[in-house]
């Protein structure tokens, strides 16, 4: 596979250029470095060519044919391609039978889609705080947010570290729930050796982008229960049932009906077609990820102001996210001084997430008297919210983009340090 030269990728990502960075001299780098982007080549662009010379354009064979790959690549039954991340949580809600009043638990510390999706269907957020060392849900908390009203558990693997799965189905069976786990960080994973994807009712992926592989915008929900699946491939295409042994009716050869509320949620065969080339690289990104992640941890090791992620013993991560944390009581400044001195190194640091109930709109659902505060506020994401850096990594990065994230961090740890 050839390799992406820095200097291409400085140019798809234009810097605005700091004469003089915030901790001090010329910035680590010239150009800006992003925190995570695509990596396509010509056998990609080569792929979506054939399909758009070809027949379907839509939803055809070569969406089938990623489903069927996409499936196995996971271990699970069956796969349904659809249109974003979000669309996949939206139909794999609908799937599981979320309705009006129901409650959907999910993380605080997530993309605002994990928790919308119950929103789309009238259904209830409620947030369950995450453990303060692998950043990700509790089983113990979502055990004291159960009630009657509770249909749903939305575990989100933060970062590809898988969630502690185990014990969440436990509650799941106990209580007559289904789990839907948000894998958008997480296509590649493994808990406890197996891979994410075919351990829950539903499992859904994102191919944004950002995400391990991309089909520009996209998404796929995987299950291995053929009643679940059958409800996706509706929800997917307006409702509509073509199948005569499913119709109510039968008016003629024309006749199709539409037997519950949908969307046009359609994934097309030219994005199919990019999925499926990007699918044959997996392996190799999650390597070159794992390498990157390889030389952070070591380098940052001796760096007694940060931590480097936490892994548990039963998680094989994918690594979609690098996060540090500050320890901020051995630092001078905030982490705002300290994400905009790593931003003047043009390095393209984030924060992965504000917790989701602090958005306006969810304050806004608060104010209106439609939740119970109860179910949103949850102090260990607070906590963790206020310390969490983002730092660059995707496969393509180049061993001097990863010298120069290092550098950089060192740079300002030791301007924020204060000596
Ligand atoms: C990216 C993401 C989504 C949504 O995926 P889209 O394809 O952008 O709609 C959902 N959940 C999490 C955790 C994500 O990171």
Redo the contacts with the bound molecule.
């Keep these: 596979m050839d390799k992406l030269s820095a200097s291409k990728l400085s140019a798809a990502q234009s810097s605005k250029g700091e004469l003089s960075a915030i901790a001090g001299g010329r910035p680590v780098r010239d150009t800006f470095l992003p925190y995570a982007r695509q990596w396509i080549e010509e056998d990609d662009i080569a792929a979506v060519s054939k399909v758009l010379q070809g027949d379907w354009l839509t939803t055809g064979p070569t969406v089938g044919e990623l489903e069927k790959e996409f499936a196995t690549r996971v271990g699970a039954s069956f796969a349904v391609a659809v249109s ?4 996949a ?1 939206h139909a794999a809600c609908f799937a599981a039978g979320v309705g009006r009043g129901d409650e959907v638990i999910t993380s605080p510390l ?2 605002v ?2 928790a919308n999706c119950a929103l789309f269907l009238s259904a209830n957020p409620v947030f369950a705080d995450i453990d303060p060392k692998t950043y990700n849900i509790s089983p113990e908390e979502i055990k004291k947010k159960v009630t009657s009203q509770t249909r749903v558990i939305i575990p ?1 693997h933060f970062t590809g570290q898988p969630c502690d799965l185990d014990p969440i189905h436990k509650i799941a069976r106990r209580h007559n729930l289904k789990v839907i786990e ?1 894998a ?2 997480a296509l590649g994973a493994a808990y406890k050796g197996r891979s994410v994807g075919g351990l829950s009712d539903l499992t859904i992926f ?3 982008p950002v ?1 391990h592989i991309t089909t520009g ?3 796929m929900v995987t299950t291995s229960n053929k009643e679940l699946y059958q409800r996706l491939l509706l929800f997917r295409n307006h409702g509509i049932v073509r199948e005569r042994e499913l119709m109510m009716k039968d008016q003629g050869p024309w006749y199709y009906e539409v037997q519950d509320l949908g969307y046009n949620y359609r994934l097309t065969d030219i994005q199919a077609a990019l999925g499926i080339s990007q699918l044959k690289k997996l392996n190799f990104f999650l390597a070159r990820r794992r390498q990157i992640v390889a030389i952070y941890n070591e380098a940052f090791a001796n760096l007694p102001e940060v931590e480097v992620p936490y892994q548990a013993p039963y998680a094989d991560s994918s690594w979609h996210l690098y996060i540090l944390t500050l320890r901020l009581d051995r630092l001078q400044k905030s982490r705002r001084e300290i994400f905009a001195a790593l931003r003047a190194e043009n390095i393209g640091v984030h924060v992965h997430y504000l917790p989701v109930y602090r958005h306006p709109f969810y304050h806004r659902l608060l104010g209106l008297g439609n939740f119970n505060p109860k179910n949103f506020f949850c102090p260990n994401a607070e906590e963790v919210y206020q310390k969490i850096i983002t730092l660059p990594l995707f496969p393509a990065m180049t061993d001097q983009d990863v010298a120069d994230v290092i550098t950089a961090v060192y740079k300002v740890i030791s301007w924020a340090r204060g000596s």
Aim: glycine share 16%; net charge negative; aromatic share 10%.
């Design positions: 974003s991340g979000t669309a949580l997530t993309f889609a994990s989100v948000d958008a960080h994102s191919f944004h995400k915008e996209g998404g």
